[in-house]
């Protein structure tokens, strides 16, 4: 794979060479490639914008980095504290607020000067005075439901923010509806039934096989709820749904509470073991023909790993189809398997539609997924108004090789914006620039009753040779460009997912950035007599 990075090593260099410093700071990657931090709270009113925001845009785009306030030794690229981000748009001018979630985690660092977190996800390699403290981050994705904005970590459940101030307002707010330690960070929203529909793996404790399925309602009600077990101890990342099914993806990693007790990683790579998807009824009443209530199924294929899902629909017999990214390898090196052995720099990364037969037996093995984009590609996007039914048009960030710099990490190598036509094969492409990297785009329509795909892309992009980011507009009648582009005056942190929320479904609609309240004016100024 390539990437768009500059060389690391050089930056480095040239500052450590600054009169001979060194910093307190060891070095640290995020999924991005970059080893700065950012460890920055603030707000930005009014930016610089370029171009011209078509108007209908109104609303926030909510978006959420790792971002590790304290310096730790060996921390992995996943595990920095969450900081969430938003930018408010309305009438063509572009807000920007950002803060640090306040976990528990995040506040006991504070407070104690130092990280007292250990491993990844490692409760018993933690300091003792924090063994009780939610190990979230809360630094995956932001989402808003039934008038909560949730920001996710899939270790733990979800922390609600405040909407307009970024100010944390709680942990767990469905304590009282579903006894599980985790809610995914990737919630899908049904438009046609209106749920949010959701799971937790892990959902009893580090080290279980148990995973909770459900449902919540625009009135923030659970709606369902069916439990499964996966074939092991492993992560969940994503999902897709459709009509009457909910399809888990689990990785072929695995957990071990002796590795953990030892102070290892909670998850270490098997390559003894398959891709698996967990296909699971949405209605715990309703089980599909020739299933029994209750009955969920479990389809395998070779090792890999599937990352993330663009969408996922039934046809008239009955199968489902999911279309997804797809590693050849370890997409997480820095969690070897137990002998240490590491993905190769040539690991293959593309795109697939994987086709399921429900009517098969459990642990069936799937067929070969047909290819649809067969170079590094990542956080596909579709037009959302069709989650759940078929669709043709998806957006992703893809690596396309412009001389650039190498990389053993997909991630890295985020360099170009694609809008694919499923149907046609199109794909058209905006590229940035050299020394640019792109983050996950964002789909808003030209109107509730547009066609597929017919409105504007958001994304951000960040400019490494000038060390700032900026917020680039792309039209889909023409994607080979941006419309405009709002430019902040600094870098933030990479995000790792984001989603925009339009203006009529937040249910407060106050300034995310600070105006002077209504003042008298004092009659002192220089035109006014003595």
Avoid at 25 to 30: G, I, K, L, S, Y
Avoid at 85 to 91: E, G, T, V
Avoid at 176 to 200: C, I, N, R, Y
């Amino acid at each position: 794979m390539k990437s768009s990075t500059i060389s690391s090593t050089a930056v480095r260099d040239s500052l450590e060479a600054r009169a001979g410093l060194k910093s307190k700071w060891p070095v640290t990657f995020d999924l991005s490639g970059s080893e700065a931090t950012g460890r920055f709270e603030g707000e930005a009113g009014d930016l610089i914008v370029y171009g011209e925001i078509p108007s209908q845009i109104d609303g926030t785009f909510y978006r959420v980095s790792p971002d590790r306030f304290m310096p730790k030794e060996d921390a992995v690229p996943i595990d920095g504290d969450g900081s969430v981000s938003a930018f408010r748009i309305k009438d063509g001018r572009v807000d920007f607020k950002i803060k640090y979630i306040q976990t528990e985690r995040y506040k006991s660092d504070r407070r104690a000067g130092k990280s007292l977190f250990g491993g990844f996800k490692n409760s018993w390699d933690h300091h003792p005075c924090v063994r009780a403290a939610v190990d979230s981050t809360a630094n995956t994705n932001a989402v808003y439901w039934a008038g909560r904005l949730l920001t996710l970590d899939e270790g733990a459940n979800p922390y609600e923010i405040d909407p307009d101030t970024l100010e944390t307002l709680g942990y767990d707010p469905y304590y009282d509806q579903v006894k599980s330690k985790a809610f995914t960070a990737h919630p899908k929203v049904d438009p046609f039934t209106q749920e949010l529909v959701t799971f937790g793996y892990e959902a009893t404790g580090p080290g279980s096989v148990d995973v909770v399925t459900w449902s919540i309602g625009k009135d923030g009600k659970k709606t369902e709820e069916v439990w499964v077990k996966s074939p092991f101890a492993t992560l969940i990342h994503d999902c897709g749904i459709t009509e009457n099914y909910l399809v888990l993806m689990a990785w072929p990693f695995e957990a071990m509470m002796e590795r953990m007790k030892s102070g290892g990683h909670h998850w270490a790579y098997r390559y003894d073991r398959p891709a698996v998807f967990i296909v699971a009824p949405r209605r715990k009443n309703s089980p599909p023909p020739g299933w029994q209530p209750g009955e969920y199924r479990v389809y395998n294929w070779k090792n890999c790993v599937i990352t993330h899902t663009a969408g996922s629909w039934e046809e008239k017999d009955g199968k489902i189809f999911i279309e997804t990214t797809r590693i050849h390898d370890n997409v997480f090196p820095f969690f070897p398997d137990p002998d240490g052995r590491l993905p190769p720099e040539d690991t293959k990364a593309d795109f697939v539609r994987w086709e399921i037969d429900p009517s098969q037996p459990t642990d069936s093995w799937l067929p070969d997924p047909k290819v649809l984009v067969d170079f590094p590609s990542e956080f596909p996007r579709i037009d959302e108004r069709l989650m759940g039914k078929k669709y043709k048009i998806m957006f992703l960030a893809v690596h396309l090789d412009h001389d650039e710099d190498g990389s053993d990490n997909v991630f890295h190598g985020l360099n170009t914006l694609a809008m694919l036509n499923t149907e046609t094969g199109d794909m058209k492409y905006f590229y940035p620039g050299p020394q640019a990297t792109v983050q996950e785009p964002t789909f808003i329509p030209r109107s509730d009753d547009a066609p597929e795909g017919d409105g504007w892309v958001m994304a951000m992009v960040e400019q490494r040779a000038t060390s700032h980011c900026e917020l680039v507009v792309i039209d889909t009648k023409d994607f080979t460009k941006p419309i405009a582009i709002a430019k902040l005056p600094f870098r933030v942190k990479s995000q790792i997912h984001g989603n925009w929320v339009d203006g009529k479904d937040l249910s407060t609609r106050r300034s995310i950035v600070h105006i002077p309240e209504e003042f008298k004016l004092s009659n002192k100024g220089h035109l006014m007599p003595l």
